[in-house]
């Protein structure tokens, strides 16, 4: 019915950046909140950005001034830019999309893969 797939995860330094993509098919997502999502090892899954249909935009407080969220309507593409990652960041990274603008992950109803991003120190 839809899909979302993540990409762009990899390895990087601290201090580094990251850009990852989420290409969603079977559907167009425009009209759905798009969140980023990450689960560290230990932690429990957190929604760290999250985009509305009319673009709006929501950080959690430990990635406010680092992290973009962006998407291209045109592409149905989602994007989290990440900036001057650090070793905390490291996590699995999941793209998902729901109609509730909330940053609880069982208000989203696709999700993707999940893509691995390490920041080493």
């Known amino acids: 019915q839809g899909q979302l797939v993540e990409s762009g995860g990899g390895l990087v330094q601290a201090g580094g950046s990251l850009r990852l993509s989420c290409a969603a098919s079977g559907r167009t997502f425009s009209s759905y909140v798009m969140g980023w999502f990450r689960q560290a090892p230990g932690k429990e899954r957190e929604c760290v950005a999250r985009?509305?249909?009319?673009?709006?935009?929501y950080y959690a407080d430990s990635v406010k001034g680092r992290f973009t969220i962006s998407k291209d309507n045109s592409k149905n593409t989602l994007y989290l830019q990440m900036n001057t990652l650090k070793p905390e960041d490291t996590a699995v990274y999941y793209c998902?999309?729901?109609?509730?603008?909330?940053?609880?992950?069982?208000?989203?109803?696709?999700w993707g893969q999940g893509t691995q991003v390490t920041v080493s120190s």
């Open positions: 998902a999309a729901g109609w509730s603008d909330s940053g609880y992950e069982r208000t989203y109803d696709y």
């Open positions: 985009i509305t249909k009319n673009s709006m935009t």
